[in-house]
């Protein structure tokens, strides 16, 4: 497929609307007022095949306004259910967002999601609109998961309107032009088999095949072969999630991707000071979503979606595909926290050393990954400390361990060092970061915005006169305490 040139000259193919008339509810964007575009994703971009430069900006603007929408597309709300906080929810669905349409790139379909675009028959008492606080979290939120290689749906860009919207307080009206390969969630089959309706959860399985995995037609199972690969994309999400101090806070199953994707940024945050049980949700008192708790739920959410197939795939086979989860999830961790602490193979104790590194950093409250860059910035095994991230008398005798496991390595310091700057990132989308930015833009300085997208996309790379963007929160800092709402 030729790769489009412009917004204008993106082709599109619906597919989604032309499944059954109950999957999805026909709706055209509701459109706002004075509509400003704040930034525009380079990375973004490039997933439709464009550069920035290739966009025109008025267009853009209309687009995420409501007000005209490009040749091919066909808005629409997708029905889906899902478990929230463990409960079924027969009710839910795109209650403040549209599915514009799925582009033909040449990378693949791309969906093209307008996030705040009005009331749909699933907003239930929602008023359908988003806030500029939490498009600008999502919109970082989609570049530092590209930057640190964690899949994600990611925003083509973010724009401000001239109305104002009522949540905890009064605050200006968004809306997010959202990418993703595909919004299929597990909610989606929650549905259907809610509704026994196995025809269409058949059909439903075999589109996630054709359309985006292919190469899973030709296994001998085609729907084992699907559920196998979600179970194993998942748990090495998860373990991405987990190797970089990422808490999504509302793991509900309608929040879950069929693709592995990392899908709705509500509550999340990346952790500062290490807190395994670290839970930012306000509303999540039991710590259900707790940053510990997310391998756990995960499968839990898998079983779910195992439940809703049994109607397709025997039961023991389900069990044995669901069996594999956690040791996926734990081979995925350990390569990915083995790089992160500069070692390239696989010894006994390693998991060990891990896990006395992640207590030591919890019990002195030292920070998660300003700690480890300093393992990939300072000749550890020269005898330079870590102390001036981490204050513990442990330090030295873990420092020892680690000198150790170091000389069974075959690489050299430099290459080693060079290799952990790789993976330990300097940029991250911190709190009380993302807030500034926030409060910046909501004064009119959409600066700070484009800065921040800039470094989160390349977060190892050091940049000069940048140290600001690397800074912890004081430690006088309230825990991060953040909203559902958007």
Partial sequence: ??????????????????????????????????????????????????????????????????????????????????????????????????LLGEAMTSQGPIDLHLKGAGQT????????????????????????????????????????????????????????????????????????????????????????????????????????????????????????????????????????????????????????????????????????????QQPGVALWNLTVLGQSLTPLIEVERLREILDSYEPTLQAAYAILMRGRLGLETEQEGDGELIDEWLRLLESSRADFHRSFRALSERDVVGGLSLSAEIESPELDSWLERYRRRLDQESRGDTERLAAMRRVNPLYILRTHLAQQVIEAAEEGDTRPLATFRELLSTPFVRRPGMEVWSEAPSASAPPVCLSCSS
């Fill in 121 to 292: 028959p699933y907003s239930r008492f929602g008023d359908g609109r988003a806030v500029l606080r939490s498009s600008i979290r999502e919109y970082l939120a989609g570049e530092a998961m590209t930057g640190l290689k964690i899949p994600t749906t990611q925003a083509l860009a973010v724009a401000v309107n001239g109305e104002k919207v009522m949540r905890e307080r009064v605050e200006p009206g968004a809306t997010l032009l959202r990418l993703a390969e595909s919004h299929v969630r597990f909610g989606h089959f929650e549905w259907l088999y809610q509704q026994q309706r196995v025809e269409d959860l058949e059909r439903l399985m075999r589109h996630v095949i054709d359309r985006h995995r292919s190469d899973l037609a030709q296994e001998e199972a085609p729907l084992e072969a699907l559920f196998q690969d979600v179970v194993t994309r998942t748990a090495e999400l998860v373990a991405r999630w987990q190797a970089y101090g990422f808490v999504h806070a509302v793991m509900n199953t309608d929040n879950m991707s069929i693709l592995g994707l990392t899908l709705d940024y509500g509550p999340y945050a990346f952790m500062d000071r290490f807190e395994s049980n670290l839970t930012p949700n306000h509303t999540d008192a039991s710590g259900r979503y707790a940053f510990d």
């Fill in 1 to 98: 497929m030729a790769s489009a040139t412009s917004l204008e000259s993106l082709t599109f193919d619906n597919v989604w609307s032309r499944f059954p008339q109950d999957f999805f509810s026909r709706v055209s964007p509701t459109p706002w007022r004075d509509t400003r575009l704040l930034d525009i994703s380079p990375a973004g971009a490039a997933r439709l095949g464009l550069e920035v430069d290739d966009i025109d900006r008025e267009r853009l603007t209309a687009l995420m306004s409501g007000e005209r929408l490009l040749d091919g597309m066909e808005p629409l709300a997708q029905k889906y259910t899902g478990h929230q906080f463990g409960t079924y929810n027969p009710a839910l669905g795109d209650g403040r967002g549209l």
